[in-house]
């Protein structure tokens, strides 16, 4: 590619008298001022860097492994350029996963939401490497990844490589459960990924078109429109609801002759659908879904899958049924994914189910290694495990009775530490710690200490696996990152109990903006924090204006609410491509 | 699906009540009145008409193969409602074909260039059956087709089976000619169907991708981002240019370290690219192309591919060379399709390179079978052949020459059957027919009269494989459909020679509006009608402004102007999903 640009014409200039480069050397070392012309320089400026006429760089080395939520809020609140920053993932792109389940039903398209990874990065003030490839091995003991590209063309072999960090921050995200359920790897759609959005899409025109061949018996027929949804969550829910739509708006008009023959089911093993939601919401939901002619089957476990039957046991009875299938999509929760729990057996977490770090998102039992979103989970300190250790702070000096003055200076240091107190308080309608110990009469030894905080930590929870937990963890981390010097020397955090000091940080904690179960015919459901409830066409409309001022970029909000405008206007598109 | 409307009241109620049934139907058949409804009420009027007690319609079953350029302008311009039409074909879509080197760059989505057929059917005023499967075999004998469905899924077998016809029209298009180059079907990429842009731009992002890893030699690096065209028609070229531009506008972003390895090579066997164009735009293309750095090899033929080197021959000095390449663009021609060969065997055709049909587009050889668009050719009837026939109806009652009187009433007839006439009469600078006879002396004799037009039939032309000229038949075949009986009293065709009377329709007649060939940077060149020449910016805007006329819906209008809108504004995007 020949491009007559001043910086071309500069390179030629150079190669013909070396000893100019080093003038320019000087000049973008020196004041940086060349770097202000911006990306076509870049090009440039790197025959000379990668010549090792600079001096080394001293920067830590950062690799994010992982383009999801976590990873990209992380790369987009990181400021500081003390960092070189290296991302591997074998997406190239981030994708706005909420609205997966409306790219299945074509309401909105695959690449409407999805931002290249390579524009979020070279929106950032400094360099970051991109590396399209799948980190399979951590090693973490010589701080190294092994990592392959996972295209499969006839470009070459498998490339294999590995990478060296100083510091790793483990954002691969989960992959679908089973649950070893035989069959469903082989026959179910999921939901996890653009590709199986795109899929699952393709094979819903596939069975309409089907459906209308002629040579395909009434009762094949009845087979082939038989959906059937496994898992009463909210992408589950949200899929049969969308679905219904597609059929009852779309399907209707263009496939007249076998519309009527459509039937959508929907198997929960619990008792409810959406039962991490507000009971009002779950009724609202069922009835809706009944009203619309979805059968609803709780209690209903999936025993296994063949290419044309689901078989199931009900809970209750123990009855087992087999229902004849067209199309099975699998929305049951997450599990890790296999380079994860390989690496949890390396550093002792092998008889964990899922990757645990601190509150401060470090791997436990791993130096210098960080991981966040759907890939761990946050073990969440008892307040029971360091009771001795935070009386042993707050009592009076040689004696074995609460100072309640001091006591009173760490209250918040504790209720940061163990935030579980908060809850418990607010649980039990207990106005603060102090009024906690006020029931004991005189003075509070460890005993009564131990007795009045026994209970708290019953209010532990884990966080749910969702695109929130994971954009907060994100920016958590990146900010810590941003001010890692500075709080080396002034840490904020609340006090070391068992040793002396404060932690460098504040521990990382979760803020709830509420959550949305769009239950389609235009209507939704948000279950807003403190427990507020809003269900009908007017959240429908909160749930496109809040998730249209959330997409990552300009690009892909224009996309997407010009999706929004085109279904309204011409109805989906049903072609297979 | 339950829905409560009207339709499905009314539907119980009649189940309850069977005797209502025919009030419903006398209604029906008596005034239509119901069907002014339109759509909902269709699935339920099927319950009663399929029910058999209806009278059997007499209509004629016309049966459409493909839904491409020649076969929606057919269905869309058919207005008559004394046919039964069936549509079979293996893709559910009419793609915007022009648009799809824009495609493989990501200037355009694969979405907003294609339209449902089952759209396009439902707005048309009587029911059209569409069938999403592939016929792979026609038999003309028995009017049958056999067909089979194209998916791929686990859905069940692969459906067979047959659909009878009293009228075919074949408008299935051609395929990629690979002139059985060795090699060419495993590792060529092609521009023909959708699906074949959408692999061609992954595989774009992966060259980049894989060349951006660690472990790849420079070498390898360079062979990966080599991108070889072969081929230099408007298609190849229109190809090489977008992916000039990406490279400049996108790539040298989004992929600083390797843009610079990036080259294009564009292989022609021909002396010329651009070679059914004025040759004034192909010396501007093959100058911009010098100026962009795409190295163009004329006169170099393709003999082998393997997976990482082309093998080429120069056709002047047959010297063999190799390149290595990391992806392969095939734009040579086209060739039948399997199905049009075995039944141009059937009909006595086989000697043949393409299925021929007459100047109304008849197939010839074989009864009530049409075809239309790149599957088929014009076999323009010779004057000579009809020497003696024209001459016979002209010649003055009882001697052997020519009345020139007559002549002048059958000279309309003459130049609108055998159009080669008006092209040499044009060449030849001769002002009409009566003139080209002027030369002679004396009575014109029956050799004399061969003698003057024995040079008309050297300038006939077979009509480009273009989607202009496959719009253009489907229309004219769907008018002649539409005014089928009224022609078939009053014959609107020229005069028959060989015998007496008219044709019933005047032959099919090309009207040429221009061709563009875009040229990358935003430069396009048209030729227009009378040998203007326009090529530049504002050429492009013409192109831009008549394919967004041109475009099938004002759906998709929307989605490509809006994608333009994109490309300008955010770049293109280059995830890989």
Partial sequence: MV???????????????????????VSTV????????????????????????????????????????AATSFLKYLKSESYEVQVVSPRNYFAFTPLLPSVTNGTVEARSIVEPIRNILSKRPYQIDFKEAECFKIDASNKTLHCRSAQVTNLGGKEEFTVDYDILIIAVGAQVNTFNTPGVSEYAHFLKEVEDAQKLRNTLVDCFERANLPSVSDEERKRILHFVVVGGGPVGVEFAAELHDVVVQDIAKLYPSVNNLAKITLLEAGDHILNMYDKRITKFAETKFQRDGIDLKTGSMVTKLSAKD????????????????????????????????????????????????DEWLRVEGCDSVYALGDCATINQRKAMEDILAIFGQVKKDDTNFLNKQEFRKVIGDITERYPQVQLYLKKSKVKNMVALLDKYEGEIDIEKFKEALSQVDSQMKNLPATAQVAAQQGEYLAKCFNRMEKCEQNPEGPRRFRTTGHHRFHPFRYKHFGQFAPLGGEQTAAQLPGDWVSIGHSTQWLWYSIYASKLVSWRTRMLVVSDWFRRFTFGRDTSRI
Same sequence: chains 1, 2.
């Fill in 30 to 69: 020196g004041g940086g001022s060349l770097l202000a012309f911006s990306d076509d320089c870049r090009p440039f400026l790197r025959v000379f860097t990668d010549g090792g006429q600079q001096p080394e760089s001293k920067k830590k080395k950062v690799v994010v492994l992982g383009t999801g939520w």
């Fill in 310 to 357: 689901v078989s199931t046991k009900d809970r209750a009875t123990g009855e087992c049924g087999s229902i004849p299938y067209g199309l099975v999509v699998w929305s049951t929760g997450i599990a890790p994914r296999p380079v994860i729990l390989d690496f949890m057996k390396q550093i002792g977490q092998g008889s964990r189910r899922v990757l645990a770090t």
């Fill in 3 to 25: 491009s007559y640009t001043f910086y071309a014409k500069a390179l030629r200039l150079f190669q013909a008298y070396p000893s100019l480069s080093k003038i320019l050397i």
